[in-house]
Each structure stands twice: as structure tokens, then as C-alpha cells.
């Protein structure tokens, strides 16, 4: 069936650094994706959004690449700060319609000092 | 502005009670979602509301599983008999869906339910 993963369980950086975290799609029809971030205790904080007929997208320190000849999705954080590590998701809507999302697993994302 | 709201924020129950969870989505936001979130694992979707029109239930595990919205605003997910295995953060979310196009859906800060 269709599934949404990512590709690191874990990514630890060095504040300061830019970090990437990946996530890969099996459904060609998505035809909208979401990154959010889930820090302990709370509900998933939407960061960014890419629909199908985009390649890239930025917001504040943060960009959303999405390659759909090979599947894939990645948010890159620039400058890392202690307050961006949290778990990171990726999310796909697969189209036709339908509003539920498909969610991965997770990436934990640790910020070092 | 006010974000979505669940009640409570923590629910202990024994096997076999009764439990609701409440949400009170973001105003004016049309579409209502209800996921849950075992520990350690990713979001799944079990109901979503729009509007006037049938919900769609199939991401529900089971029918001791029901949710209700009532007037369009606030909902109610009701586990029935609970098991040991329905211990998990249950997430709300709303959006504003436009015609055509698919909205951000925004999440409140769950329900953490343990089943001893």
C-alpha cells in the first residue's frame, strides 16, 4: 500500500550548522505535501507546505525541496537553533479529493550547543 | 487567535470503560480530524468531518470507535469497551478546505489516553 517514510530515525547537528531531513513517497498521485514538527508533550506545529506543481519552497530558515521523478521530499533548516529539535514529520495528501494525510514515521532531530 | 482545543489532556481508564475525548476546532474552520499517535510512531488517520456531509470513517480500527460533531463545531470521539492496545495520544486537527484544493490542517495538543 501506499506509505510515506523517512529515511534517518535520528540526525544530530551542532547548533549553528544546517541540518536535512529526508522522507521518501510511494503515491506518484500526492499531489500535496506537509512538513511539521512535533516537540514533547504537544500536538504536530505546521512549518511548511509544497503542492505538486512546485519543485521548492522557502519560508524562514526553512526550505521544502520535492523531487516527484524520484519521490522525494526534504526539509533543510538553516541555522539550527536548541529550539528546532523536536521530531519532524513528513505528510502526504494523496489527492482526488481526499483531505486525510498520510503521515511517516518520524525523524528525531537533536540540536547540539 | 485561539488554536484547536482537546479535553482532556490526559484520560486514565480501566479495560473495558467508556471513554470521550472532546475537540474544539480552530472557528470558522469547516473540516475536523481526529489521528492517533502510538508512542514513538507516526500519525493515523481514523475520521475526518466536512461540513454537511457523511463523515469519512475509514480509518477507524473498530466499531467500538464512533465520533460525532455536533452544529459543526465541536466533536466528540467515543471508544467503547477500551483495550489495553487503545492506549495512545489522540490528535484533533482542523483546516479550512477550499474547493478543489487541499487546506494546512492545524492540531491541538492531544489527548494522552492510557487503558490499564
Known amino acids: 500500500g501506499e506509505s510515506v517514510g523517512l529515511h534517518l530515525p535520528t540526525l544530530s547537528v551542532q547548533e549553528g550548522d544546517n541540518s536535512i531531513i529526508n522522507c521518501a513517497y510511494s503515491?506518484?498521485?500526492?499531489?500535496?505535501f506537509i512538513w511539521y514538527k512535533q516537540e514533547s508533550g504537544k500536538g504536530p506545529q505546521f512549518i511548511i507546505d509544497?503542492?505538486?506543481?512546485?519543485d521548492k519552497r522557502q519560508g524562514q530558515r526553512v526550505t521544502v525541496l520535492l523531487n516527484k521523478t524520484v519521490k522525494h521530499l526534504s526539509l533543510q533548516i538553516a541555522a539550527t537553533q536548541p529550539g528546532d529539535s523536536a521530531v519532524y514529520f513528513c505528510?502526504?495528501?494523496?489527492?482526488?479529493?481526499?483531505?486525510?494525510?498520510?503521515f511517516g514515521q518520524g525523524t528525531r532531530l537533536t540540536i547540539n550547543p | 487567535g485561539a488554536g484547536v482545543s482537546q479535553s482532556p489532556s490526559n484520560k486514565v481508564t480501566e479495560k473495558g470503560k467508556d471513554v470521550e475525548l472532546r475537540c474544539d476546532p480552530i472557528s470558522g474552520h469547516t473540516a475536523l480530524y481526529w489521528y492517533r499517535q502510538s508512542l514513538g510512531q507516526g500519525l493515523e488517520f481514523l475520521i475526518y468531518?466536512?461540513?454537511?456531509?457523511?463523515?469519512?470513517k475509514s480509518g477507524l480500527p473498530s466499531d467500538r470507535f464512533s465520533a460525532e460533531r455536533t452544529g459543526g463545531s465541536v466533536s466528540t470521539l467515543t471508544i467503547q469497551r477500551t483495550q489495553q492496545e487503545d492506549s495512545a495520544v489522540y490528535l484533533c486537527?482542523?483546516?479550512?478546505?477550499?474547493?478543489?484544493?487541499?487546506?494546512?490542517?492545524?492540531f491541538g495538543p492531544g489527548t494522552r489516553l492510557t487503558v490499564l
Open positions: 505528510a502526504e495528501n494523496m489527492g482526488g479529493g481526499a483531505q486525510k494525510l498520510v
Open positions: 468531518f466536512q461540513g454537511n456531509s457523511a463523515p469519512d
Open positions: 509544497i503542492r505538486s506543481n512546485m
Open positions: 486537527a482542523s483546516s479550512s478546505p477550499h474547493r478543489g484544493s487541499t487546506d494546512t490542517q492545524y
Open positions: 503515491n506518484s498521485a500526492s499531489d500535496y
